[in-house]
């Protein structure tokens, strides 16, 4: 957030040449309703440039009154589904199969889905900025023209899926509820995330640049990599099978993650995110 104000600061310095003394800014911090927003705010620097205000919701929808931003912003969010495909769901719910998360043949249901709340998400973002506001999004995609299976999230799925299946064998978790699990997700490649912002017709897109991750200096740990799914997935994994299980659930990931974990690191190459940048058309 602080780079974000500076940025600004300058824009208007160099624009107007004026004092930013009388500059002020307000920024809110959205989230689903369950997750804990006190835990953000005392991490806020408290010689923060900026008023803070939380609000709760899912960004598929409106969250702020009409020409009310000027900016925003939107990191690693847009995988997310507003809800599982309702074909997948029901497929799931009435067969017997083996849970595989997310499975390649529904691949169009996932797809589908995800337009439909990339526009319900566009068209809402459309009503809140004003004319010629700007949004900045950072998002983690699956290559052109690799599978999934050939990228981390395609062996996160592939884990996960034999993970719960295994906990099953050993009775921990029923059959039932494993096979009635489903991962709101999508990895939409670079092609197909132009495609949705060109075709909005609410917004131009000013840039849009891959970030290939660099090799880092120190990897991950099996249970660092683990501990890091953990803190996105954790109120899902919880809200379907209940809290008595999330401990043993995790537990058991983490081992099926050491365990794969050299294949993991070796499609770290094909982990990419880009950054996109829209302007509200005027």
Known sequence: MQNIIEAVELKFFQAKNQNLSGLEFQAFFNDHYEND????FKTLPPSRKYFAAGVPGSFHGRLFPKSSLHFAHISYALHWLSKVPKEVANRNSSTKSKSSVYNSSAAE???????????CFLNARAEELVPGGLMFILAGVVPDCIPVSNTITGVFYEVLGSCLND???MGVLGEEKVNSFNWPTYRATPKELEAIFRKSGKFSLEKMEKLADKDMKTPPSPEGFALGIRAATD??????FGDEFAEQIFKHFTTKV???????????HNNLNVFI????LE
């Open 258 to 268: 050491e365990e794969n974990f050299s294949r993991i690191m070796g499609l770290a």
């Open 235 to 240: 109120g899902l994994i919880r809200n379907h």
């Open 277 to 280: 940048l829209l302007k509200r």
């Open 109 to 119: 249901a996932y797809s589908t889905q995800f337009k439909n709340d990339m526009e």
């Open 167 to 169: 906990l099953v064998k």
């Open 37 to 40: 927003f006190n835990t953000l």
